[in-house]
């Protein structure tokens, strides 16, 4: 098959975890762009400019399930894939960015009368533009995951981020508008286009010789994908309408802090490791062993983080937004939970995918969301923006009950083996995550008086340096056994081994 190679049936722990760390890299490098671009358009713009355009992409994102099938993960889960369902997969995406978008433009104007605000129409006229591009991106650039290549992966996503974020602030500057962020949207949706097709040789041709095969599996994907945005962009509805513009910009910045573990630290991780997962679900036992190692090592890097976050929530704001934004204060603390649950059941439902089980997990959400929902709502409207938050609280930890014992029903493993590989971690960040909060909001007078861009930094850079050292003595005091800490330590041991021979070497 031109342009897409087949994935080799076996994986390696070097492979994956190469694969993450390029992952990782480029989330790191992810967040410094966007803590420049955060810094520099909360300083140019205002709070109701960032609620006008999330209330825009709420209706977007509604129109954007129309093609949530998912249909990359279906090729990466399907080992036999052949050019037929890549050009399938890539025929849907255009039809459906084309469909997509003339709903949008029906929906322009009804939008912007139930949030009573005629912006809205330009707004949404100019992004559906951005999905109709977005549907031509080349879809060889999954054999980029599949094929574990994730160096040509960072490629294609650092540049992408790279040159959307150039259009944004250049557009920033010129507007100090939210027509900048609007306009930054469709021009990184032309550039993303463009670079896909520079970095990948596959062409695709326009086919639906494997529709049977990809709907057989995607159908579940888009379902998911479906209740999962009514469940999370219910408050966005409800607030935009009832709060207005200002405080919906409070409540989404909030929340793109708070879940920063499972967006922005654990997604890389988990788009690493599903190709892996895939592969080793034939062997029910190997999978599961390494499945274990997986999930404790994501405990370990999203509960401090989480943590830390929880503790530094006021100086943060403070540094990094500014004053205006005292007010996402507290919700940044309700919402670090659902960004800590969010980092573990993200691959725990990974998992039930890659052992062909997408539908259970899309029952469980269905059932979970009519549990759920009308908390959420009701929360929304009673109590604002405040209570959009504890609604999502509940809905997530209702959310982890239930994805666990699906798990258990439908693997056939155990939970109890789990649970150990996570409670060190989660009681170790929960002790640094209150004793940061104690002393962030005054509990020593002596640092409760220091600038809070010194608090910011060295309370987080503290937390971050301890958490491993009560990590290491609890995991110790338990006798040293096998699980995450070990596979952390043996991978930074080996790590540091090969950094010391090659000095040695010179090379």
Same mark, same amino acid.
């Given at each position: 098959m031109?342009g897409?190679?087949s994935?080799p049936?076996s ?6 975890a190469? /694969?993450?760390a390029?992952?990782? !890299?480029f989330?790191v490098?992810?967040?410094c762009?966007g ?6 358009l909360?300083?140019l713009?205002? *709070?109701a ?10 209706v977007i994102a509604?129109?954007?399930?129309? /093609?949530?099938?998912?249909?990359d ?8 894939a052949?050019?037929e ?9 255009v ?17 912007? =009368? ?6 809205l129409v330009?707004?949404?006229g100019?992004l559906?533009a951005?999905?109709v ?13 599949k ?12 540049i992408k981020?790279?040159?959307?974020f150039g259009v944004?602030?250049?557009l ?15 021009v990184?949706? $032309?550039?993303?286009?463009y ?6 040789a596959?062409?695709?041709?326009f086919?639906?010789?494997?529709r ?8 579940? $994907?888009?379902?998911s ?6 469940g999370g962009?219910?408050a966005?509805?409800i607030?935009?309408r009832?709060? /207005?513009?200002?405080?919906?910009g ?8 708070a879940?920063?573990?499972?967006s922005?630290?654990?997604s *890389?991780?988990?788009?690493?490791v599903y190709?892996?997962y895939?592969?080793?679900?034939v ?5 599961y ?29 403070d540094?990094v $937004?500014g004053?205006k934004w005292v007010?996402t204060?507290?919700l ?17 439902y ?7 089980? *997408?539908?259970? =997990?899309?029952l469980?959400?269905a059932?979970? +969301?009519? +549990?759920s !929902?009308?908390v959420?709502v009701w929360?929304?409207i009673?109590? /604002?923006?405040l209570g959009?938050a504890?609604?999502l609280?509940?809905?997530? !930890?209702?959310?982890m ?7 258990r ?16 971690p989660?009681l170790?960040?929960?002790g640094?995550?209150?004793v ?5 909001t005054?509990a020593i ?8 861009w010194?608090?910011f930094?060295?309370?987080? +850079?503290?937390?971050? !340096? ?9 995991w110790r005091?338990?006798?040293s ?8 330590i ?15 070497s010179?090379?």
């Amino acid at each position: 098959m031109a342009g897409v190679a087949s994935a080799p049936a076996s994986v390696s722990n070097r492979q994956v975890a190469a /694969g993450a760390a390029w992952m990782l !890299l480029f989330k790191v490098a992810d967040k410094c762009i966007g803590l420049v671009s955060t810094i520099v358009l909360a300083r140019l713009l205002v *709070p109701a400019d960032f609620g006008l355009v999330a209330m825009a992409l709420s209706v977007i994102a509604f129109t954007h399930l129309m /093609g949530a099938f998912g249909f990359d993960t279906a090729l990466i889960q399907r080992q036999d894939a052949t050019r037929e369902h890549y050009d399938t997969a890539w025929t849907f995406n255009v039809a459906l960015g084309c469909l997509m978008a003339a709903v949008m433009a029906v929906l322009a104007v009804p939008t912007a =009368s139930f949030y009573q605000d005629e912006r809205l129409v330009a707004i949404i006229g100019v992004l559906a533009a951005a999905t109709v591009a977005q549907g031509f991106s080349n879809i060889g650039v999954v054999a980029f995951r599949k094929e574990l290549d994730f160096r040509s992966e960072f490629r294609f996503l650092f540049i992408k981020r790279v040159a959307a974020f150039g259009v944004t602030m250049a557009l920033a500057l010129a507007f100090r508008s939210y027509w900048a962020l609007v306009l930054g949207t469709v021009v990184g949706n $032309l550039l993303s286009v463009y670079i896909s097709y520079r970095l990948h040789a596959y062409r695709p041709r326009f086919s639906l010789q494997a529709r049977a095969d990809l709907f057989h599996f995607s159908k579940w $994907l888009f379902l998911s994908n479906l209740i999962g945005f009514i469940g999370g962009r219910s408050a966005h509805f409800i607030l935009g309408r009832t709060a /207005g513009p200002a405080a919906l910009g409070f409540y989404t910045v909030a929340y793109e802090i708070a879940v920063m573990p499972s967006s922005d630290v654990i997604s *890389p991780i988990n788009r690493a490791v599903y190709p892996a997962y895939c592969r080793l679900a034939v062997d029910r036992e190997s999978f599961y062993a390494y499945f274990l190692k997986i999930f404790g090592t994501i405990c370990i890097i999203a509960a401090p983080v989480s943590a830390v976050l929880f503790g530094i929530a006021g100086s943060a704001v403070d540094v990094v $937004l500014g004053p205006k934004w005292v007010d996402t204060v507290p919700l940044i603390q309700l919402l670090v939970v659902c960004g800590l649950v969010g980092a573990l059941q993200s691959n725990l439902y990974l998992a039930l995918t890659a052992l062909g089980k *997408p539908q259970a =997990s899309t029952l469980l959400s269905a059932v979970l +969301l009519v +549990l759920s !929902l009308p908390v959420v709502v009701w929360a929304s409207i009673q109590h /604002g923006v405040l209570g959009a938050a504890y609604g999502l609280v509940f809905q997530a !930890l209702l959310s982890m009950a239930g994805v666990l014992i699906l798990f258990r029903q439908y693997s056939g493993y155990a939970l109890k083996p789990l649970l150990m590989a996570v409670w060190r971690p989660l009681l170790c960040s929960a002790g640094i995550g209150s004793v940061i909060y104690a002393l962030d909001t005054g509990a020593i007078a002596t640092i409760n008086s220091m600038p809070a861009w010194i608090r910011f930094f060295g309370l987080s +850079l503290a937390g971050l !340096l301890i958490y491993p050292l009560s990590l290491w003595l609890t995991w110790r005091a338990c006798g040293s056994p096998a699980g995450a800490e070990r596979t952390v330590i043996d991978f930074l041991s080996a790590r540091w081994y090969q950094q010391v021979e090659r000095m040695r070497s010179g090379v």
